[in-house]
């Protein structure tokens, strides 16, 4: 049962940062109105061709990829915990499926609602950070199932801490321009 208390915290924060950061804020890491937007990008890697910067496609990729590992890592154990994915032999299909479906809803409801940036590459990267989460836990096994279900847990309590100070965090007079641009400018223009 807490292995599924955990699945939903951190499904619940990976909602909120994928598809509810137009209406909160964790200090100055992003602004609410950059992400009133409807975009849709179907061109994989296109980012990544269209930048003059390896950084924020490396950012972008490696963020999704690393987001959705615990998602995979909790799913699996979430799995094989139950009793018929105990004598299942394909857990870890079932999990890249899952997290494939989960990344999916999110770029669809971030499109529809206008609520982020749809992007192929979201995608691409969210199932492969869940297959990376599957085959991590498979391979660890069950001594460490109890320590990413808690790990999970308190993430959920640090996050809920950040949104409670959301907008205290962070002074914007202090924000340093090493660009030349200024932290609107900037935030609008990399998120």
Known sequence: MLVLLALVVYSAVMVSLTMLKAFFVIGLLWRTDAHRNRSLELVPFNEYAETGTWFAPLFGYGGNFAFFVPFGVLLYVLLRNSRRGSRRRNTVARVVLAGAL?????????????????????????????????????????????????????????????????????????????YGISWEEHTVSVI
């Open 102 to 178: 989960f990344s999916l809803a999110i770029e669809i409801c971030q499109y529809v609602f206008a609520l982020g940036y749809s992007d192929i590459d979201d995608l691409i990267f969210n199932t492969l950070g869940a297959l990376t989460g599957a085959v991590i836990a498979k391979l660890a096994g069950p001594r460490m199932h109890r320590v990413w279900v808690w790990w999970a847990l308190l993430l959920g309590v640090v996050f809920a801490v950040l949104v409670a100070a959301g907008p205290r965090l962070g002074d914007p007079d202090k924000v340093v321009d090493i």
